[in-house]
């Protein structure tokens, strides 16, 4: 099955600076790679979503970079804010035919911590 | 509009009981999928309904059941639990293939 693996498990930096997250995954099949925010007693929230034609999506602040030969894919934050901190969460699944993305197979989690 | 809703909230059994949690998607979704989150495990599949079929299954052992009504409600069911089962569960609903949004999740502590 697949695999997603998620670097680093956490983060720290200083308000302003960018940050980056990226994961590999080991299913050539997988075409759809959402990225979720978690914060404490909430559901993952989807902040940013890929599909396997696409090589970069932008929404602000934040862009999620797709390499499907190297099999990997990148969150970046640009400008971090202390309410970015979170943990995040990439994902990976497939579509074919019938099957849906609704099987998510997630990373372990990157906790971001943002010092004001 | 209304987002995913989960209840109980909060739920605490005893070892050997069963639990039924409940989802209502948001309206119009017909997708419904199930997970549960550990600290040791994370985030894992469950089941995924579509229709009131299910249409993807992770690898739970068959204590863990589920199902979905013809108002895209769904509900899933945990028998005999067992300590290992205390966990977050979380619902997502999505209205086509990709975008799932979930719920803030169910907390069953199994005591």
């Known amino acids: 099955g697949e695999n997603v693996e998620q670097h680093p498990s956490t983060l720290s930096v200083q308000e302003g600076d960018s940050a980056v997250i990226k994961c590999t995954y080991s299913d050539s099949a997988s075409n759809y790679f959402p990225w979720y925010k978690q914060e404490l007693g909430k559901g993952p929230q989807l902040i940013i979503d890929?599909?396997?034609?696409?090589g970069e999506k932008k929404d602000q602040r934040i862009a999620v970079t797709l390499n499907k030969t190297a099999k990997h894919f990148s969150l970046h934050i640009t400008e971090t804010q202390p309410e970015d901190s979170a943990v995040y969460f990439c994902?990976?699944?497939?579509?074919?035919?019938?099957?849906?993305?609704?099987?998510?197979?997630f990373g372990q989690g990157t906790i971001l911590t943002v010092h004001p | 509009k209304a987002g995913v809703t989960q209840t109980p909230r909060y739920l605490i059994k005893t070892r050997g009981q069963q639990v039924t949690l409940s989802c209502s998607p948001i309206s119009g979704h017909r997708s419904v999928s199930w997970y549960q989150q550990t600290p040791g495990q994370g985030l894992q599949f469950l089941f995924e309904?579509?229709?009131?079929?299910?249409?993807n299954k992770g690898n739970f052992p068959g204590r863990f059941s589920g199902r979905q009504f013809s108002n895209s409600r769904s509900e899933m069911n945990v028998s005999t639990l067992e300590l290992g089962d205390s966990a977050l569960y979380l619902c997502a609903s999505s209205l086509q293939e990709g975008g799932y949004t979930f719920g803030s999740g169910t907390r069953l502590t199994v005591v």
């Open positions: 994902a990976a699944s497939r579509s074919a035919g019938g099957t849906s993305y609704g099987k998510l197979t």
């Open positions: 309904y579509f229709s009131e079929t299910q249409r």
């Open positions: 890929i599909r396997s034609n696409v």
